[in-house]
């Protein structure tokens, strides 16, 4: 470790916080429907999209109605995915030829796009036409990101209001979320990314004929713009195999940092509108401290592991793990960026996973499992946390004997009981399927490390499946029947069985009355709340998967020790 | 419920049109007329012919040139589809060897390589850089150790002095953004036209 690489982690959070508030200002204004200095270009385009599609946008929905609203729309969005894909070979746009996508293969890719995974079974430069890429990928990064910050709004919408039978109107939320937040932010950002030497073209993939004489197919494509909402969205779905790796895809260290910042950016700018929503922005800082402190305590132990390196490399004397890192990058960069891509739920990937030490490797892991809440996916991470929050003063008022309240809002059994639904999915569906694969065949043929390296790379496959993360120890063939049909039921229940009951504890909260605090009320402002809910997300998330990381990276870090190989 | 269903479909087909079609053309429209070289893929072409791109890293096996890091990129086998070959600086197939921390198969071949590169500069430590493969098997670049430790190889094939080499190496090393961020490095490709244009002259 080096101050150099210190200074550029800190860097890192002190822009962050620093553009929390002035954001969160400003999603707020969006999602209230007021005026911002884009309405003046933006007003005429969404007041012609509600008039086409029929939508009044005066009309609330009640949280069944906007639920259901939301999954028609994935239906939707799924269509259009799937059929792209069986169809790329005959449509426009396919410069490079591709064939019809294999029907597996579409339907994992489909799924893990409208979950916001984007988990990488497809190499896109081999396998996806631009068209694909550009209506099947980049409208849904828009639109799955879309989605989830609309919820996290309900959400806190719930938390909000007081006696209200409606949490807000899908359409209108995704629509402006989609015109005034997204889409701006990713045209200066598409650029921004091209001139650090991101293609953006149509063209064919280039032939060149290098300095030795060989011939090398370099594959091109509308990179930029997508990349731009992958990271901004946390969707993570690499135009390329290699993802942010790829030096198209990440030229520099610069594309590297700005690429880091844009996944948090929304995600924490969401805490902020918590905290205006319910009237005391102080609230809102508070969970993001959680976040914090839960965030740096996973940076420091990846980069400590990562620049210490493994035993094999010591006995060479060689220090720091590069294995699967590109120079440009190097430890610190490489070690960050994984520790954000799975804390929020982006899944973008600068370096192979795979090839983390294995202490290294398990933060990425522990992110994921944990439900990623720290920041997390842009709206998941946030309702996902608000779970936490529910869980964590109820606890609290366990102790003290009370029934517990939160921003002015008594919790009780309706709102723990899904609270503790929607967080249960996440082994159910993690350990589930990792211990099936394990025990077949075809599951275990994928595996492409041997010891418990292999077993760590399919409880990482459904990990990041299930948290809707979308990177992966990649060396899993996950391209078979088997884990294309087993990965997206974990996505989808990853991702819808999660959003139901969040919803129902947003229509259950916003039909309450609102409550004065009171001398008993305990404050949850404070460092005391802080701590309290980091040891509950903790608690919870090491009660439920330790048993399964001991097998995994804790005995593959032991066996590094001893000097094994396998 | 069923008033839904309209929106459903219609404004997913305009979010569709705006996000799918209107936002990537638009950008590669402007991108083009900003950046036309970046936005092409930074080509770097040598009388009249494409050699290359500035970004994306390509194999290098003669002595007299400077190579790049081992590279976990592969191809289709020829003789089985089913199959994938090994094809280092495959520019159109991505990928890392993701080869495990208690890998056997990857405590060999560093052993191999490092024996391989001892043998060639025994007067150096040989860089990590040198003998781990990239996370895209493209890396255009290597560490300034790294470029340092072949010059004696490079001097030699080429009949050049070893200080003129080492200037060559000096003048193309990028420093980090602002003195802070990512690391010092060398663009392979760059440095070896550089090179390639002084034993011209």
Redesign the interface.
Same mark, same amino acid.
């Given at each position: 470790m080096t101050v150099?690489g210190w200074?550029?982690i800190i860097?890192f959070c002190v822009i962050i916080v620093a553009l929390t508030k002035p954001l969160g200002w400003y999603m707020t204004r969006v999602f209230n429907g007021e005026r911002t200095f884009l309405s003046p270009v933006l007003r005429p385009i969404e007041a012609g999209?509600y008039w086409?599609?029929? @939508?009044d946008e005066k009309r609330e929905q009640h949280w069944v109605?906007y639920t259901?609203?939301m999954l028609?729309?994935h239906? !939707? !969005?799924f269509l259009?995915i799937y059929g792209v894909m069986r169809l790329q070979a005959v449509l426009p746009f396919n410069p490079a030829g591709q064939g019809a996508v294999a029907e597996d293969l579409s339907f994992n890719t489909a799924i893990s796009f409208i979950t916001n995974t984007n988990w990488q079974n497809y *190499?896109g430069?081999?396998t996806l036409s631009y068209l694909t890429q550009?209506?099947?990928l980049?409208?849904q990064?828009?639109?799955s990101a879309a989605t989830g910050i609309v919820l996290a709004v309900a959400l806190i919408r719930g938390f909000a209001r007081a006696s209200m039978r409606t949490v807000g109107n899908f359409?209108v939320d995704?629509?402006r979320c989609?015109l005034y937040v997204l889409?701006p932010i990713?045209?200066v950002f &598409?650029?921004f990314l /091209?001139?650090?030497?991101?293609?953006? &073209?149509? !063209?064919d993939? /280039?032939?060149?004929? &290098?300095?030795?004489g060989?011939k090398?197919?370099?594959? @091109?494509g509308?990179v930029?713009?997508?990349v731009a909402?992958k990271m901004l969205g946390t969707n993570g779905g690499g135009f390329?195999?290699?993802n942010a790796?790829?030096?198209?895809e990440n030229?520099?260290?610069?594309s590297?940092?700005v690429q880091m910042l844009s996944i948090f950016l929304l995600g924490a700018a969401l805490t902020n509108v918590f905290g205006r929503m319910v009237g005391n922005q102080r609230q809102g800082w508070a969970i993001l401290a959680v976040m914090g402190v839960l965030f740096l305590a996973g940076v420091a132990v990846t980069y400590w592991a990562e620049a210490s390196?493994?035993s094999?490399?010591h006995a060479? *004397?060689? &220090?720091?793990?590069?294995? !699967?890192?590109?120079?440009?990058?190097?430890i610190v960069?490489?070690s960050l960026f994984a520790v954000i891509t799975t804390a929020a739920s982006c899944g973008a990937?600068?370096?192979?996973h795979?090839?983390?030490?294995?202490l290294g490797g398990m933060i990425p892991l522990i992110n994921i499992e944990l439900g990623e809440i720290i920041v997390g996916g842009v709206g998941a991470g946030m309702y996902g946390m608000l779970l936490f929050v529910i869980l964590a003063i109820f606890v609290a008022g366990l102790m003290v004997g009370r029934t517990p309240e939160y921003v002015g809002k008594k919790i009780e059994a309706r709102e723990v009981k899904m609270a503790m639904l929607a967080i249960l999915i996440l082994p159910l569906m993690i350990l589930g399927w990792s211990a099936v694969a394990v025990v077949l065949p075809t599951g275990v043929a994928s595996m492409?490390?041997?010891?418990?390296?292999g077993f760590?790379e399919v409880l990482y496959a459904y990990s990041s499946q299930t948290g809707n993360n979308g990177s992966a120890?990649?060396?899993l063939t996950g391209n078979t029947l088997f884990y294309n049909l087993t990965g997206a039921s974990a996505m989808f229940v990853g991702r819808f069985l999660m959003i139901v009951p969040a919803m129902a504890i947003a229509g259950a909260l916003a039909e309450k009355k609102s409550i004065p605090p009171s001398m008993g009320t305990f404050p949850t402002t404070g460092g005391l709340f802080v701590g309290l809910v980091v040891g509950v997300i903790l608690i919870m998330g090491g009660l439920t998967f330790f048993p399964a990381l001991a097998l995994g990276p804790i005995v593959?870090h032991l066996?590094?020790n001893a000097g094994? /190989?396998? | 419920m069923l008033r839904e269903i309209r929106p459903a479909i219609v404004l997913l087909l305009v979010l569709t049109a705006i996000t799918g079609l209107a936002y990537p053309l638009a950008m590669t429209g402007i991108a083009g007329a900003l950046f036309p070289a970046k936005a092409q893929g930074s080509l770097i072409e040598k009388d009249g012919k494409v050699v290359g791109s500035a970004l994306i890293g390509q194999e290098f096996k003669d002595d007299k040139y400077f190579h790049g890091r081992p590279s976990a990129t592969l191809a289709p086998d020829p003789n089985d589809s089913t199959k994938t070959v090994s094809a280092p600086y495959n520019a159109a197939n991505s990928g890392g060897s993701n080869l495990g921390p208690t890998s056997k198969a990857l405590a060999d071949r560093l052993k191999e390589d490092v024996d391989k590169l001892k043998g060639e500069n025994p007067n150096a430590a040989v860089p990590v850089d040198l003998v781990t493969t990239s996370a895209s098997g493209l890396d255009p670049d290597i560490s300034p150790e790294a470029a340092e430790f072949q010059i004696p190889r490079v001097a030699k094939a080429r009949n050049m002095p070893e200080e003129a080499v080492k200037q060559l190496v000096a003048s193309n090393i990028q420093g980090r953004l602002l003195g802070l961020l990512g690391e010092p490095r060398v663009n392979v490709l760059a440095l070896n036209l550089a090179l390639d244009r002084v034993a011209a002259k």
């Open positions: 150099i200074l550029q860097l999209i086409i599609s029929g @939508v109605t259901v609203a028609l729309f239906v !939707g !969005g259009i *190499g430069e081999s550009m209506v099947g980049t409208h990064n828009f639109l359409w995704v629509t989609t889409l990713c045209v &598409t650029l /091209v001139s650090q030497g991101m293609p953006q &073209t149509l !063209g993939y /280039v032939e060149a004929t &290098t300095l030795e060989a090398q197919t370099i594959a @091109v509308p930029a713009s997508q909402i390329f195999n290699a790796a790829h030096p198209f030229p520099t260290a610069l590297n940092f390196g493994t094999t490399l060479l *004397g060689l &220090t720091g793990n590069m294995e !699967g890192k590109e120079v440009r990058f190097g960069a490489s990937v600068n370096a192979m795979d090839s983390f030490t294995a492409a490390n041997a010891g418990p390296h760590t120890f990649a060396g593959e066996a590094m094994n /190989v396998f | -």
